[in-house]
């Protein structure tokens, strides 16, 4: 490779606090990246390959030869980042060793903002591939900066779910994700699971779309992810003869949350956690006499309708045994779907369970409600 000695010494010679290798040569190689942080006196160098990370230390003079000997007829690209600059060295297919310097002006280190100092469980800094292809993160697994609420979000999601699992000993996980549509959180979830909490993960995203699933299980070949694939499959109705751990539906539409919430509690599944959306049915359905300052503004009774929807899900959970909590995820600002239902199969004393249901009943009566969960649970023999 013509003049590579010379581009890395041009690289080195801004002092880069980051590297990322990249884009391996043959397939078969064992890494798919490595980054590499400045950490004092030594680099800290991440392996990436299929679902496990490697870590060793680099002395800051060792960079150089480091970096060579990796790089050398085993990788196509290098990235180098200082505060002002990234660096790029690409080979290419006629073996020419292209060199690039950039301004940085997209993105913004977090340590420029006391707002984004929180450590999250999806660091920055860490190239999380699902995140780079969402337009998140970049290359260098730093935040795009108009993209920081969505980074956000996402680590508030994982975070819920990381408070219901860390203290368990757990070494093998199901998981079903009901509508998962383009299913860049699913991805998101396995990297948390396998990478993160090193957790043998099998994940099962189901959706309607044809060509969504076809997508979405060539892109998990492409990330090496082999535990977690995707089939068409309807909420109402998806059958299941294998014992699940965790169902997780975000954003599905008014009544199909009900039904995912029934088949988690059918199979009882130890969690539950689901972002409602669109609660149209009680908004229908709701009139009282005694109550109608809470149905005579149109908007209001909208809102009014929505929270008793998740009000009576919540409560629907703990008569079948679930310690429910209803959860703001993300500020208000950032999306008005901003609930999150999390149920936790726990023993429930009767006296709460019977409490919980009549509460239910309660405003069935007072407001003329038939809502779906309800209908579900009476049809299956749940209650009287």
């Given amino acids: 490779m013509d003049n590579f000695t010379h581009n890395i010494d041009i690289i080195l010679s801004y002092e880069p606090h980051k590297y990322i290798i990249s884009n391996p040569i043959k397939k078969e190689e064992k890494f798919s990246r490595m980054i590499i942080n400045l950490k004092n006196e030594f680099y800290h160098v991440e392996q990436f390959s299929k679902d496990k990370v490697y870590h060793e230390n680099i002395p800051k003079k060792d960079i150089k030869t480091f970096i060579t000997g990796i790089m050398e007829n085993n990788y196509k690209q290098l990235n180098a980042w200082n505060e002002d600059y990234e660096l790029m060295i690409r080979i290419s297919k006629k073996g020419k060793c292209l060199f690039s310097k950039v301004r ?3 993105i913004q ?29 970049t290359q260098s697994g730093t935040v795009v900066k108009a993209m920081y609420d969505k980074y956000k979000q996402i680590n508030r999601f994982i975070e819920i779910i990381d408070d219901a699992i860390k203290d368990l000993d757990i070494d093998d996980f199901t998981i079903i994700d009901f509508g998962c549509g383009k299913s860049y959180f699913t991805f998101v979830l396995y990297y948390y699971f396998r990478v993160i909490r090193k957790i043998n993960v099998t994940i099962i995203g189901l ?15 492409k990330y090496g992810y082999e535990q977690l694939h995707f089939e068409l499959g309807d909420i109402n109705g998806y059958q299941c003869n294998f014992p699940v751990d965790m169902v997780i539906t975000l954003h ?24 409602p959306c669109c609660q149209h049915e009680l908004n229908g359905q709701i009139e009282s006499d005694k ?10 009774k909208e ?3 929505a929270l008793m929807t998740d009000a009576i899900r919540g409560h629907l ?10 959860l703001e995820f993300i500020d208000f600002d950032h999306t008005p779907k901003n609930i999150l239902i999390r149920g936790i199969k726990k023993n429930i004393p009767v006296a709460v369970k019977n409490k919980r249901l009549e509460e239910v009943r309660n405003i069935i009566r007072e407001f003329g409600l038939n809502p779906t969960l309800y209908q579900l649970l009476q049809e299956n023999k749940y209650f009287d």
Avoid at 208 to 221: F, P, Q, S
Avoid at 291 to 300: A, V
């Fill in 104 to 106: 940085n002006k997209n």
């Fill in 109 to 137: 280190p977090l340590a420029m903002d006391h707002n984004r100092r929180k450590n999250y469980i999806l660091p920055e800094g860490t190239l999380i591939q699902p995140l780079v292809d969402m337009g998140i993160f």
């Fill in 207 to 221: 959706d309607l779309k044809v060509d969504v699933i076809a997508k979405c299980n060539e892109t998990a070949e």
């Fill in 252 to 275: 599905a539409c008014d009544t199909a949350t009900d039904y995912a919430l029934f088949n988690a509690i059918e199979w009882e599944a130890k969690m539950i956690f689901s972002v």
């Fill in 291 to 300: 109550l109608s300052l809470l149905t005579h503004y149109g908007i209001i």
């Fill in 303 to 305: 809102r009014t309708a």
């Fill in 317 to 326: 959970l703990e008569y079948c045994g679930y310690k429910t909590q209803l």
